[in-house]
């Protein structure tokens, strides 16, 4: 048996696809009679989809360093 | 309200994800997106003394993007023809004379507001993400944007892994919250 908080780490692992077998079986176990956990499950489920679709784009931190010297070379 | 000022220093730390993404979904191009947010922070040093502080730091910025973002559409039209959208009768020999009722876009299809609405969605996490505590955002976006291994964001930010689960956790609870309020309810 799994506790709750438990649970919802291997809910976040799933997201990013790093739940292991047996997590996975007890983590669907302990949805079939925990609600709360089913409703955290099934948003976080729709967060990864959102995410997915927008497609998001970051500047890595070394081009986020080059413009911060560009920026104080002309301030 | 407090009135706002500027702080350059700043900038490239809270907005340049912001801007970046702004500029990329409309120029589909990560090099000039990114050339076009080093010309925005410059242009924005630049004409720093205008600033009066009635809109915050970042929506000053977006209007200069925006601006820098027709700029070069502009550029890459210089000439006046390129402009011109032409539609022409299809030259393939199966389809000629067919009538140009046929190449018109299907009004009842809604297809194509899925990438304007992709791009209203990404700014908006966007926004939930800079409201984020910085440790959480530091690891959602490692983790989430740039895909990065557990032991990798670990081993850089000097945390073991069930610390960075937390940490993932409560970033994706506030996230959750947040796209609530300004994504679903809008």
């Known amino acids: 048996m799994?506790?709750?908080?438990?649970?919802?780490?291997?809910?976040n692992k799933k997201q990013y696809?790093?739940?292991?077998?047996?997590?996975?079986?007890k983590f669907g176990i302990h949805l079939l009679f925990c609600k709360a956990?089913?409703?955290?499950?099934?948003?976080?489920?729709?967060?990864?989809?959102?995410?997915?679709?927008?497609?998001?784009?970051?500047?890595?931190?070394?081009?986020?360093e080059k413009m911060k010297v560009k920026i104080e070379l002309n301030s | 309200m407090t009135?706002?000022?500027?702080?350059?220093?700043?900038?490239?730390?809270?907005?340049?994800?912001?801007?970046?993404?702004?500029?990329?979904?409309?120029?589909?191009?990560?090099?000039?997106?990114?050339?076009?947010v080093q010309e925005t922070f410059l242009a924005a040093l630049k004409s720093a003394k205008n600033y009066q502080g009635a809109a915050s730091e970042r929506t000053?910025?977006?209007?200069?993007?925006?601006?820098?973002?027709?700029?070069?559409?502009?550029?890459?039209?210089?000439?006046?023809?390129?402009?011109?959208?032409r539609i022409n009768y299809s030259s393939q020999s199966d389809s000629a004379g067919d009538w140009l009722e046929e190449n018109v876009a299907d009004p009842f299809s809604t297809l194509e507001n899925d990438q304007i609405e992709n791009a209203e969605l990404g700014q908006a996490i966007q926004e939930c993400i800079s409201k984020l505590p910085k440790k959480?955002?530091?690891?959602?976006?490692?983790?989430t944007i740039r895909g990065l291994s557990t032991e990798d964001i670990c081993n850089e930010l000097?945390?073991?892994?069930?610390?960075?689960?937390v940490m993932v956790h409560r970033a994706r609870?506030?996230?959750?919250?947040?796209?609530?309020?300004?994504?679903?309810?809008?």
Not at chain 2, 3 to 27: G, I, M, Q, T
Not at chain 2, 63 to 82: E, P
Not at chain 2, 158 to 165: A, D, F, V, Y
């Open chain 2, 136 to 143: 959480q955002s530091a690891v959602f976006v490692m983790k």
């Open chain 2, 3 to 36: 009135e706002n000022s500027l702080n350059p220093a700043s900038w490239v730390d809270k907005y340049a994800d912001y801007l970046f993404n702004y500029a990329v979904v409309r120029v589909s191009d990560a090099e000039i997106a990114k050339d076009l």
């Open chain 2, 173 to 186: 609870t506030n996230l959750m919250g947040c796209l609530n309020e300004n994504w679903f309810k809008l």
């Open chain 2, 158 to 165: 000097g945390i073991n892994p069930s610390n960075l689960w």
């Open chain 1, 2 to 11: 799994i506790s709750c908080e438990k649970a919802s780490t291997i809910c």
């Open chain 1, 37 to 64: 956990c089913a409703a955290f499950s099934k948003k976080n489920k729709k967060l990864t989809i959102l995410c997915d679709k927008a497609n998001l784009h970051n500047l890595s931190e070394q081009e986020k």
């Open chain 2, 60 to 85: 000053w910025l977006i209007a200069i993007l925006k601006r820098k973002v027709i700029d070069y559409y502009r550029k890459i039209n210089s000439k006046k023809g390129k402009a011109e959208v």
């Open chain 1, 17 to 25: 696809k790093e739940a292991t077998l047996l997590e996975q079986i």
